[in-house]
């Protein structure tokens, strides 16, 4: 490296350190010595002679000084500083005028003339056929943010990146086409490909954006059918409790009165002071037997509708009970005139919770009603046999107490062997 080069270097690196501004993040002095050394790749690579290559490297030095003074223009400024310095160490005029020539050939939409001017232009955008493409792109998005120039999205500064490298550049010297083209052509490729990840990224976010409006703008809708589906089936499970209970309490009363009969119609005879207890237990088991009969007897309705019902959204064809006499004609009929409803629809549901919900009341009323009696029942029969006991003090207390505990024995198994049916 000559003395010249040398000093330049360590001028330019002077310069730029001292009154380059915080916001070049780019063309700084990292990015000289980068051109720099792209310029001396080509010319130990190319049939270039000593005075040319000096001037390849002041130039490569002092190409972007000018951004110590302004952004626009800095080209004529960096010609114009290195001028000033070359003559101050006495190069001569024809190699400072070649400098400023190669220096003015930067500007990015200018079209290079001589072999140096190529050379120094292919040095300049080195760049964009390098690994370290990415980084250096986004130092120079980060430096035209903070000069206040453009502020560029990821994706507008992926657009404008692929705009260069596919319309804007070229490479003009065998070197640089020969073994900077590919990697520009990869870096390309990679911009391309990461520009498809970006539309298809933001089409997946469109379509997430417009199903979850959709489903906003449903969820009135699924909480409607949620609202329903829960309120029927609520009542649906209360309605078979109900019946459980009530075939319980059936079964246990009919196999108290058939192990009464068994037992105590037999001892009548003997102890006629049992007579009116017996009746007493037995009409008050057979009261709750009906009761319970009534509580879980089915009510089945006509069966029958009309056109002119359907039309006026008066029957309820969720209910098996106004249809099961029509026509199966008849009544895929109303179905397909109900389900292209939807008002209609949940009016029968409506209709179908109001009606099972008057059901509901009817059968735990009465089987409120029926535990009523059987325990009234029983604690007015254990009244009365205690009474006629004590009426008829000749009566062997130990037999009395052994035909109850063998009637509790034998009502206790087959309440047992009921249950056990019934769950199971």
């Known amino acids: 490296m000559s003395k010249l080069i040398e000093k330049t270097e360590a001028f330019v690196f002077e310069l730029l350190k001292n009154e380059l501004p915080n916001t070049i993040v780019y063309h700084n002095h990292t990015h000289t010595l980068r051109v720099f050394k792209s310029t001396k790749e080509i010319i130990e690579n190319s049939k270039i002679d000593v005075n040319d290559a000096q001037i390849l490297q002041l130039a490569a030095l002092l190409h972007d000084v000018g951004y110590t003074q302004k952004r626009e223009g800095h080209e004529e400024v960096s010609a114009q500083i290195a001028r000033d310095f070359l003559s101050k160490q006495h190069v001569d005029e024809k190699t400072i005028k070649a400098v400023e020539d190669c220096i003015l050939a930067t500007k990015f939409d200018s079209t290079p003339q001589t072999e140096l001017e190529k050379i ?26 903070l000069a206040g120039i453009a502020n560029y999205t990821p994706r507008e500064w992926l657009d404008e990146n692929i705009k260069v490298l596919s319309k804007k550049h070229s490479y003009y010297t065998d070197y640089a086409l020969q073994n900077w083209q590919k990697r520009k052509e990869k870096n390309l490729a990679k911009l391309i490909l990461a520009k498809k990840k970006q539309k298809t990224k933001q089409k997946t976010e469109e379509l997430k954006a417009k199903y979850k409006a959709q489903y906003k703008n449903e969820s009135p809708e699924r909480a409607i059918q949620s609202f329903y589906r829960t309120a029927l089936r609520n009542h649906i499970k209360l309605s078979d409790i109900a019946d459980t209970k009530a075939n319980i309490l059936l079964s246990v009363n009919a196999i108290i009165i ?11 005879d003997t102890n006629p002071y049992l007579t ?5 237990f037995t009409l008050f088991s057979v009261i709750s037997m009906v009761m319970s009969i009534i509580a879980t007897r089915p009510n089945v309705t006509s069966g029958q509708f009309t056109k002119e019902d359907v039309k006026n959204k008066e029957v309820n064809l969720t209910f098996f009970g106004n249809f099961h006499k029509m026509k199966l004609n008849e009544f895929e009929w109303a179905i397909n005139e109900m389900i292209n409803d939807k008002e209609y629809i949940y009016k029968s549901l409506t209709k179908d919770l109001y009606f099972l919900g008057i059901v509901l009341e009817r059968k735990y009323r009465l089987l409120r009603i029926t535990y009523t009696v059987f325990m009234i029942g029983i604690i007015v029969s254990l009244i009365a046999f205690g009474v006629a006991v004590k009426q008829n003090p000749g009566v062997n207390i130990q037999d009395v107490l052994d035909s109850t505990s063998q009637i509790n024995i034998q009502t206790n198994a087959k309440i047992m062997e009921e249950t056990y049916v019934v769950n199971g």
């Open 276 to 280: 009116w207890p017996t009746v007493i």
């Open 120 to 145: 120094l232009r292919d040095a300049d955008a080195s760049h964009f056929g390098k690994k370290y493409f990415p980084e250096a792109s986004e130092f120079l998005r980060k430096e035209l943010e």
């Open 258 to 268: 058939s192990v009464v009969l068994a037992n105590l119609i037999s001892k009548l």
